[in-house]
């Protein structure tokens, strides 16, 4: 089997916004008596979405938060985001290059928990949209990670580009366990970058340090040894 195409998770593997995502969340949650601690978000909520860290953070706290309300705290939490990357760029050392290199042999997709826009408008800022045949947000997929409903609707609108629906085709390269789930369960090959947690945590066919180790040739190894 050849590899057919690749799809990146955004936070924490092409974006260096999960400190601002903390930072979003941080804000939000304090403006209506909420304290979140870093040591929380990285081990709790970091691999939800939005709807569903907020949703988690009222269950734990017994809030008992309407869906209307958790609505409302996105939108918030969306704003304050996009305040804090307008200032930077998040793109993490060598993410640019890898994705030029590797989107001139075969197509790339993402699939991630953020919102889509929220995606777009880095990828568009940095000029790397052009670079992505899909982008499957959180409003693209019926669950979020670890569901493997993400991987599946990538795999999906690759597929008809490809013209290969089978998962065991793809990779998928992710930064955390919550996300690796995902796209074992789908059925892709794995990835883990270790720019979040360390390698002994992550459990992938492959872990590299850095998107400057990857390659088209090895990652077509991962799907030819299946």
Not at 47 to 55: I, K, L, N, P, V
Not at 82 to 107: K, M, N, W, Y
Not at 200 to 219: C, E, F, K, Y
Request: aromatic letters at 8%; a negative charge.
């Amino acid at each position: 089997m050849s590899l057919r195409g690749i799809v990146f998770d955004f936070d924490g593997v092409i974006a260096n916004s999960e400190p601002l995502h903390f930072q979003g969340f941080q804000h939000v949650l304090s403006n209506v008596g909420v304290m979140l601690s870093e040591a929380d978000y990285y081990t709790r909520y970091l691999g939800f979405d939005d709807t569903g860290a907020f949703a988690a953070i009222s269950t734990d706290r017994d809030l008992n938060w309407t869906k209307d309300f958790v609505a409302a705290l996105v939108v918030q939490k969306a704003m304050q985001l996009e305040r804090l990357e307008a200032t930077q760029s998040v793109l993490f050392p060598g993410a640019a290059d890898t994705i030029h290199r590797l989107a001139a042999e075969g197509p790339l997709a993402i699939a991630s928990g953020a919102l889509r826009r929220e995606i777009l408008r880095i990828l568009e800022k940095e000029h790397l949209a052009p670079y992505f045949v899909t982008v499957v947000g959180a409003e693209d997929a019926d669950e979020s990670k670890p569901s493997p409903a993400p991987y599946l609707k990538a795999v999906e609108r690759l597929a008809a580009c490809t013209g290969w629906p089978a998962p065991a085709a793809y990779v998928a390269i992710e930064d955390s366990h919550w996300g690796l789930e995902s796209a074992r369960a789908a059925g892709l090959r794995t990835v883990a970058v270790t720019h979040t947690y360390p390698a002994h945590t992550l459990h992938a066919d492959l872990t590299v340090s850095n998107l400057n180790d990857l390659s088209w040739s090895q990652l077509e190894k991962l799907v030819r040894a299946v």
